[in-house]
């Protein structure tokens, strides 16, 4: 409760202090959503009678500004500066402020970025089936976990090397490719659509943007839940043995 | 010829720098190689689907990748450390109040002076996927194709200097905007052929941000032969976006009072 309580806090102090850097979340919802617009173009150019397709990529690109995550930026910049020497004083868990800064930035690049969806969608009449839409929600939310998961796994390198942003950056190129954001997993060759719905960045993307399209019935929470669950573990023991290798800046 | 020498005094120093941090070196030719890998990848992937997309074969595809990776290579090599985050690093911390002090021409030094060598594995990444295109090619390109590709180059070389100048120049007037994220998001348009986007964009990214001149036009060129018409606005768009980035440089100094006075 207590957690809650404080997660609740930090949200609004965030939300509040990134209202006033509107321009800038407007060039990352742009960042966002340029390589599903990219990947809509591409396959609509090959497939030019294909509803699907369009309706597909404006539900990747939704989904991409919900989940978008900047943990390279928000925490590991901590790391370097040596300011997490504050978060580590305080009493609370550190993630808790990373939590909040994550999900305040993703309500700012949802809501700015809800205008490009709508017209993306009216311009190329994706209609949606409001059913398939809802079912989404779920996995929807799975996904944001598995991508603040991730990204944060990767942010924890800055413990050990300062070319994180690599890190993250290589991170993001498995996520384009394997996620369904370069193209729909159903049209990967064979082998890599099989390797692809193995691999967790299915879930960030590909699996909530296909049930909310309604080319997809049901969603693969079982699959979801363990590729968190173990990341989580992964973040554990990075987190422990980053905290005992970290000195900071002055001490 | 002094400017040159001072490019190349800058690039020397750069490089010895650099060197120094050889661990830096690994992760930016392992992020260089799965870069490029991934942007080949997703190509490929269309392929397996169709034989030409928007009018463009395999191989016209690999071309325009391989040249729009050797700008992004030389952009990343010489513009970029200078002129990444200007507002920031030029303006708001002072940095331009020392290269207007220095017996060079400012706008040299503010978005020449300074270089990352290691990106340059870029540009050799480039030649790579250029030479696969090449290769893939039903016939090899004409001498005049040739030609014309680096005429052409050297002019998207100038836009993309120019290009970087102007959204610089922006901090002059606006020291908070601040767009380089933008700026580099929309360079990804540059990857695919203009002829794969709807017709609005494909106009602003010919006539407002032209990013069809860094890789689409060179690529079409150099496998598909020359065209006057097309050399010709090439030239002339190298000169204006030259010209207008130096106009705007000096309307931006006009304006500027210093940051540490």
Redesign the interface.
């Known amino acids: 409760m207590r957690t809650a309580y404080l997660l609740g806090f930090r949200l609004r102090q965030e939300v509040l202090e990134w209202s006033g850097a509107w321009w800038f979340l407007a060039t990352l919802v742009v960042q966002a959503v340029i390589a599903p617009l990219i990947g809509l173009f591409v396959w609509s150019a090959v497939y030019p009678d294909d509803p699907q397709i369009a309706r597909y990529y404006v539900a990747v690109i939704l989904v991409t500004l919900m989940t978008e995550s900047f943990e390279q930026h928000t925490f590991s910049e901590r790391i370097y500066d040596g300011t997490l020497s504050h978060e580590l004083l305080r009493p609370q868990p550190v993630v808790i402020g990373v939590i909040g800064m994550n999900l305040a930035i993703r309500a700012w690049l949802t809501l700015l970025g809800a205008p490009i969806v709508l017209l993306t969608g009216i311009a190329l009449r994706a209609g949606f089936d409001w059913h398939s839409v809802l079912r989404s929600l779920p996995s929807v939310v799975l996904a944001a976990a598995l991508v603040f998961v991730w990204t944060f796994l990767l942010a924890l390198t800055a413990f050990w090397t300062d070319r994180v942003h690599a890190v993250v950056g290589f991170g993001s190129q498995l996520v384009f490719l394997f996620g369904g954001t370069a193209a729909p997993i159903a049209l990967l060759p064979d082998a890599w659509q099989r390797i692809a719905e193995v691999l967790p960045f299915y879930g960030m993307i590909g699996l909530p943007a296909e049930i909310a399209a309604g080319t997809r019935s049901g969603g693969a929470p079982g699959y979801q839940l363990v590729w968190i669950l173990l990341l989580v573990g992964v973040v554990w023991v990075l987190w422990r043995a980053g905290v005992r290798r970290y000195t900071a800046v002055g001490s | 010829m002094k400017l040159l020498r001072l490019l190349g005094a800058g690039f020397s120093m750069s490089l010895r720098r650099s060197v120094a941090f050889r661990?830096?070196l690994v992760?930016?030719v392992?992020?260089a190689f799965?870069?490029l890998g991934?942007a080949v990848?997703?190509v490929l992937?269309?392929f397996?689907?169709?034989d030409a997309?928007?009018g463009w074969s395999k191989a016209e595809f690999l071309v325009l990748i391989g040249t729009y990776q050797l700008i992004t290579g030389m952009r990343a090599t010489f513009i970029d450390p200078n002129l990444s985050w200007f507002p920031e690093t030029g303006i708001r911390n002072g940095k331009l109040d020392g290269y207007l002090l220095q017996p060079a021409p400012s706008l040299f030094l503010a978005s020449l002076s300074l270089s990352s060598p290691l990106a340059l594995i870029q540009f050799v990444l480039g030649v790579v996927v250029l030479g696969w295109g090449i290769g893939a090619a039903e016939q090899p390109p004409s001498v005049g194709g040739v030609v014309s590709w680096l005429v052409l180059m050297a002019a998207a070389l100038v836009v993309t200097w120019a290009l970087s100048v102007l959204l610089a120049c922006l901090a002059f007037w606006a020291p908070k905007?601040?767009?380089?994220?933008?700026y580099?998001?929309?360079w990804?348009?540059g990857?695919?052929p203009t002829d794969?986007?709807?017709r609005p964009?494909r106009v602003v990214l010919t006539y407002v941000f032209p990013m069809a001149l860094i890789a689409s036009v060179p690529s079409a060129a150099l496998l598909r032969g020359p065209q006057l018409g097309v050399l010709v606005a090439g030239i002339a768009a190298a000169g204006g976006a030259a010209g207008l980035a130096a106009f705007a440089w000096r309307s931006g100094l006009r304006r500027y009072t210093g940051a540490t006075s």
């Open positions: 661990i830096n992760f930016d392992l992020l799965t870069g991934t990848a997703a992937i269309v397996t689907r169709a997309v928007a905007l601040q767009l380089d994220v933008f580099h998001s929309a990804q348009l990857r695919y794969v986007f709807a964009i």
